[in-house]
């Protein structure tokens, strides 16, 4: 059998580098399994609003963000070039995508946003493959440049301006929202019952087709989209030939410099849309620093998914979800979460077991000890906690992952064309 094929258990055989490629059954199998572990979660903790459908919408939306801003980085970085000026581009898209938008509607804002962060993205291009500066600089002069570029825009345009001020702009008219009849109102009835895994099913689809903005639904259309554009066409084949080996992509005929150039463009223009619907979507305002680092959450996603277009979403849905917490229930839904990571942990310490890794078993059991501890001694956890419950996660998250990642060989490289003759 062909070492790419499925063997009879799900899971495809090792590769050369030891490791197994889950398949979508096991994936399947894998969901199933967390979603029934936070029901039960749910049900011993009584915080039900852990699954409800205002819990998942809320989610949703705040993940969106930085899942547009992770798929931004993911363009860039599959064509080699490390772009941490997301969330510079990020806050050209909050100030292009308000201007635009309380003069002209807001799907002219969400157009104006992508133009700013593609100009941000452009600079960038210029800077790292033409001038060959390091991406890290580059990125993180971007970032600066961007907040005083809209702080002295604002002042000229916003200032002044009924509604509007230096820091921030007048009101934006919403997106049409989106609601399907019936399954919406289905839905929240049997959230409300509270029944083991069904309740908390019916929540998620809940929050999926109750009240969505329709720039929410273009969002996650552009995760599949980016899939298929980069791993199922020649197109895609050739950037990422560019993230992993330029000379020989050269070599080949395809133009290096160009694919870059346009990677970076979209990225940008992807982190400017990110930047578009947190003015106009989230929050119907544009205010002075209101991507509070989102942009570099974005680019910790993607990491966390393996800079795949899949694994990046479910990085940016797990901060959406925790930082949702935070905002519906504060400290009795964060508080849940600790016997949700001690019995995760528990998980962890057999697993640990299995590999042989003692120490490391030790170790988890250990949190987990704590954690369960932590958890049956309080009703509730402090509010600085949950205050920064999404960004311990994601550390958390990375950390755990981090054995597991491998970014595209030419990421962050200075590349010369013609320098492999």
Same mark, same amino acid.
């Given at each position: 059998?062909?070492?790419?094929?499925?063997?009879?258990?799900?899971?495809?055989?090792?590769?050369?580098?030891?490791?197994?490629?889950?398949?979508?059954?096991?994936?399947?199998?894998?969901?199933?399994?967390?979603?029934?572990?936070?029901?039960? $979660?749910?049900?011993?903790?009584?915080?039900?609003?852990?699954?409800?459908?205002? =819990?998942?919408?809320?989610?949703?939306?705040?993940?969106?963000?930085?899942?547009?801003?992770?798929?931004?980085?993911?363009?860039?970085?599959?064509?080699?070039?490390?772009?941490?000026?997301?969330?510079?581009?990020?806050?050209?898209?909050?100030?292009?995508?308000?201007?635009?938008?309380?003069?002209?509607?807001?799907?002219?804002?969400?157009?104006?946003?992508?133009?700013?962060?593609?100009?941000?993205?452009?600079?960038?291009?210029? $800077?790292?493959?033409?001038?060959?500066?390091?991406?890290?600089?580059?990125?993180?002069?971007?970032?600066?440049?961007?907040?005083?570029?809209?702080?002295?825009?604002?002042?000229?345009?916003?200032?002044?301006?009924?509604?509007?001020?230096?820091?921030?702009?007048?009101?934006?008219? =919403?997106?049409?929202?989106?609601?399907?009849?019936?399954?919406?109102?289905?839905?929240?009835?049997? =959230?409300?019952?509270?029944?083991?895994?069904?309740?908390?099913?019916?929540?998620?689809?809940?929050?999926?087709?109750?009240?969505?903005?329709?720039?929410?639904?273009?969002?996650?259309?552009?995760?599949?989209?980016?899939?298929?554009?980069?791993?199922?066409?020649?197109?895609?084949?050739?950037?990422?030939?560019?993230?992993?080996?330029?000379?020989?992509?050269?070599?080949?005929?395809?133009?290096?410099?160009?694919?870059?150039?346009?990677?970076?463009?979209?990225?940008?223009?992807?982190?400017?849309?990110?930047?578009?619907?947190?003015? &106009?979507?989230?929050?119907?305002?544009? =205010?002075?620093?209101?991507?509070?680092?989102?942009?570099? &959450?974005?680019?910790?996603?993607?990491?966390?998914?393996?800079?795949?277009?899949?694994?990046? +979403?479910?990085?940016?849905?797990?901060?959406?979800?925790?930082?949702?917490?935070?905002?519906?229930?504060?400290?009795?839904?964060?508080?849940?979460?600790?016997?949700?990571?001690?019995?995760?942990?528990?998980?962890?310490?057999?697993?640990?077991?299995?590999?042989?890794?003692?120490?490391? +078993? $030790?170790?988890?059991?250990?949190?987990? +000890?704590?954690?369960?501890?932590?958890?049956?001694?309080?009703?509730? $956890?402090?509010?600085?906690?949950?205050?920064?419950?999404?960004?311990?996660?994601?550390?958390?998250?990375?950390?755990?992952?981090?054995?597991?990642?491998?970014?595209?060989?030419?990421?962050?490289?200075?590349?010369?064309?013609?320098?492999?003759?």
């Amino acid at each position: 059998m062909s070492t790419s094929k499925v063997s009879a258990t799900g899971v495809a055989p090792k590769k050369s580098g030891g490791r197994r490629k889950l398949t979508l059954p096991v994936v399947l199998l894998v969901i199933a399994g967390a979603l029934a572990l936070v029901s039960l $979660v749910r049900l011993v903790s009584g915080a039900d609003d852990v699954t409800s459908v205002g =819990q998942v919408a809320g989610a949703l939306e705040l993940a969106v963000p930085i899942g547009l801003a992770g798929l931004g980085g993911l363009w860039a970085e599959r064509a080699g070039v490390v772009n941490i000026g997301l969330e510079g581009m990020m806050v050209l898209g909050t100030w292009f995508g308000a201007w635009a938008g309380f003069q002209w509607g807001p799907w002219m804002g969400v157009l104006f946003g992508i133009i700013g962060g593609a100009l941000g993205g452009l600079l960038h291009a210029v $800077v790292t493959i033409t001038f060959g500066v390091n991406h890290i600089v580059s990125g993180v002069a971007i970032n600066i440049l961007a907040v005083g570029v809209t702080r002295y825009l604002s002042n000229f345009a916003f200032d002044g301006v009924e509604g509007g001020s230096s820091k921030q702009s007048p009101h934006i008219d =919403q997106i049409t929202k989106i609601t399907v009849p019936g399954l919406s109102d289905w839905m929240q009835d049997l =959230q409300q019952r509270h029944w083991f895994l069904v309740s908390d099913i019916a929540g998620i689809v809940g929050g999926l087709v109750t009240g969505i903005s329709l720039l929410t639904v273009v969002a996650l259309l552009l995760i599949p989209g980016t899939w298929w554009l980069l791993w199922r066409t020649a197109f895609g084949l050739r950037l990422r030939s560019c993230g992993e080996n330029p000379v020989a992509a050269e070599s080949l005929g395809v133009n290096v410099y160009r694919y870059k150039y346009i990677a970076v463009t979209v990225s940008g223009g992807l982190a400017g849309l990110a930047g578009a619907f947190l003015a &106009i979507v989230a929050t119907g305002i544009y =205010q002075e620093g209101q991507t509070g680092g989102r942009g570099y &959450i974005g680019l910790a996603a993607m990491i966390f998914g393996n800079w795949m277009p899949g694994g990046m +979403a479910l990085g940016a849905g797990l901060f959406g979800f925790t930082d949702s917490l935070k905002l519906r229930g504060g400290a009795e839904n964060v508080h849940a979460m600790l016997l949700l990571l001690a019995i995760l942990l528990v998980l962890v310490v057999f697993w640990q077991l299995y590999r042989k890794k003692y120490v490391a +078993a $030790v170790v988890s059991a250990a949190v987990s +000890a704590l954690l369960f501890t932590w958890y049956a001694l309080t009703d509730q $956890v402090p509010s600085q906690f949950v205050d920064a419950a999404p960004y311990v996660t994601t550390l958390l998250v990375l950390s755990l992952s981090a054995q597991r990642l491998r970014m595209p060989k030419a990421d962050g490289l200075t590349y010369r064309k013609g320098q492999g003759k």
